[in-house]
């Protein structure tokens, strides 16, 4: 499986992508995309480190369009059509769209990005789950990369 080359501009997350702040998504960097074997790219932004183990999922996406940069501030809506195409789930917080983190006060957590180049659109209702989306990108991860940030209350 070919890398994606996944960052962010810094390591700590600034306060305008977290609950304390405007919580909008980030702006994410995907280099390397492979466009003659990609068709569309899914992310899965999880807290690993939060209570109770098994990691939180703050932010699901997929059938999001070949693009070098991921903008921030996605619209919290199951279907965005700007300022990219792409089609959205549910996190932990039981909301569509991106939560940034929000860990416990004392507490500093990481959040992996995690970013997936898929050789098709994926026949998934928006909405799902993470469990839906990892079950329905199976057999289609043609990329992968990631990246993490941290954050502290």
């Not at 994606?4 to 600034?14: A, D, E, F, M, R």
């Amino acid at each position: 499986m070919e890398e994606l080359k996944v960052k962010i501009s810094v390591k700590v997350l600034p306060s305008d992508y977290t609950c304390d702040g405007q919580d909008i998504s980030p702006e994410i960097d995907v280099g390397g995309v492979n466009v003659k074997i990609a068709k569309s790219l899914a992310i899965i932004v999880n807290d690993p480190d939060a209570p109770g183990g098994g990691g939180f999922v703050h932010w699901i996406a997929w059938n999001m369009e070949l693009v070098r940069m991921i903008p921030e501030k996605i619209p919290k809506t199951p279907v965005v059509t700007f300022p990219i195409r792409a089609v959205q789930g549910k996190n932990n917080f039981g909301k569509i769209g991106y939560n940034g983190p929000c860990p416990p006060r004392g507490q500093t957590h990481r959040f992996f990005f995690k970013v997936y180049a898929l050789d098709a659109d994926l026949p998934l209702a928006a909405g799902a789950a993470k469990e839906q989306l990892v079950k329905a990108m199976e057999g289609h991860v043609v990329q992968y990369g990631e990246t993490y940030v941290t954050y502290g209350r």
